[in-house]
């Protein structure tokens, strides 16, 4: 099993910025590829960014592109979301995720990937 806990949320004006990051313990393997979902309320969780473990590639939402960006320091510890310019439609409920299947493909579906945290909460005023 794979545990994965966020941190970093809290309430920030509009145009502020916060850093989440993800940590991971317990059966961790440097082949995961991780990603970060949101999911505001009334709203489906959807996408936000995702990095390969394999190249260290990136990927992500339109809505969050040239504003936000994800990192990682290693293959396996921790993963960060530098959120910079953020707007008040970026408040919601931040996961974080990890697909262990070792395919160097980013997923950007929910299905894509096994492990979840329990989220942060993000919320930015206007």
């Known amino acids: 099993q794979v545990q994965l806990v966020e941190s970093g949320g809290g309430l920030v004006q509009a145009g502020g910025s916060l850093r989440l990051s993800c940590a991971a313990s317990?059966?961790?393997?440097?082949?995961?590829?991780m990603g970060w979902f949101r999911q505001a309320p009334g709203k489906e969780r959807e996408f936000v960014a995702a990095i390969s473990w394999s190249d260290s590639s990136t990927y992500y939402a339109d809505s969050v592109k040239g504003r936000f960006t994800i990192s990682r320091d290693n293959a396996k510890n921790p993963v960060y979301l530098q959120m910079n310019s953020l707007k008040p439609e970026d408040t919601a409920v931040y996961y974080c995720a990890a697909d262990p299947s070792g395919i160097p493909l980013i997923a950007t579906a929910e299905l894509g990937y096994d492990y979840w945290g329990q989220g942060t909460q993000v919320t930015v005023s206007s």
């Open positions: 317990g059966r961790t393997h440097s082949r995961y590829t």
